[in-house]
């Protein structure tokens, strides 16, 4: 059965993420991923489903959206992904730098994240080479790239 779904496709560090924004049942996550990788259109390495976080958390949390991997493990550049994507739907980035906590599969906690536009990178997180891109780097948890 065709079905129409709403995705935005990241890339995060030359890791290509679909995430699917429409509402799928976990059941049918590995199907749909599938097909969605199958698309060579898109590019996909890997799909994260995109949830109300009120589906997932057992605790209160200021998150509104949780993200699921499609076999509910952790992945740190679908998660850096995510948090881009969160910043961004809530207007967060302000002066080039935002801060936010995501809800990611296969972590039992909320993870901090800090994300700076291409002109906010501290220096000390700038080292190497930016290929003259238009780029937004984010971290996690230890995670800066």
């Not at 890997?46 to 699921?68: G, K, N």
Request: charged share 20%.
């Amino acid at each position: 059965m065709a079905r129409n779904l709403d995705v935005l496709v990241a890339d995060s560090s030359g890791n290509i993420t679909i995430m699917v924004l429409s509402p799928v049942a976990r059941e049918d996550y590995a199907s749909v991923a599938q097909s969605l990788l199958d698309n060579v259109a898109l590019a996909g390495e890997q799909v994260a489903f995109i949830v109300p976080a009120a589906e997932v958390l057992l605790s209160e949390s200021d998150c509104e959206y949780h993200m699921d991997m499609c076999g509910l493990e952790f992945c740190g550049n679908a998660s850096r992904a995510f948090a881009l994507y969160e910043a961004r739907r809530l207007n967060l980035i302000d002066g080039g730098y935002a801060e936010s906590s995501v809800s990611v599969s296969g972590c039992d906690q909320l993870l901090s994240a800090r994300i700076y536009d291409a002109e906010g990178i501290p220096a000390s997180s700038a080292a190497g080479s930016l290929n003259n891109k238009d780029l937004n780097w984010g971290a996690i948890d230890g995670i800066v790239e």
